[in-house]
């Protein structure tokens, strides 16, 4: 069973960083993607950034060129650094864990695990 937790939420002022860590265990699949979403209050929960087993990445057009997702496979972490931090960017963060597969329109992935989420708050 993978399990994930999230830690390093808080509140920040805009402008400010925080780091986001993702500890996971349980690791099942050969083939996997990794990502973070995020969720504000009375809004979908909306992708945030995501990294595959083969390293690449992606990132949402509203977090490019500030955040930048990372895993520690040693310490089997996943990480989300994000600079430059907006009011926009409040909501709660979660992981998640699943399997890419194939499509007409590319690689997507499918998550089945998620961890719990973490709090982020930046004030302007």
């Known amino acids: 069973q993978v399990q994930l937790v999230e830690s390093g939420g808080g509140s920040v002022q805009a402008g400010g960083s925080l780091r986001l860590s993702c500890a996971a265990s349980?690791?099942?699949?050969?083939?996997?993607?990794m990502g973070w979403f995020r969720q504000a209050p009375g809004q979908e929960r909306e992708g945030v950034a995501h990294i595959r087993s083969g390293g690449s990445t992606g990132y949402a057009d509203s977090v490019k060129d500030r955040f930048t997702i990372s895993q520690d496979n040693a310490k089997n972490t996943l990480y989300l650094q994000m600079n430059s931090l907006k009011p926009e960017d409040t909501a709660k963060y979660y992981c998640?864990?699943?399997?890419?597969?194939?499509?007409?329109?590319?690689?997507?992935?499918?998550?089945?695990?998620w961890g719990q989420g973490t709090q982020v708050t930046v004030s302007s």
């Open positions: 349980g690791y099942t699949y050969r083939r996997y993607c």
């Open positions: 998640a864990y699943g399997v890419p597969f194939t499509t007409p329109q590319g690689e997507q992935c499918a998550y089945d695990y």
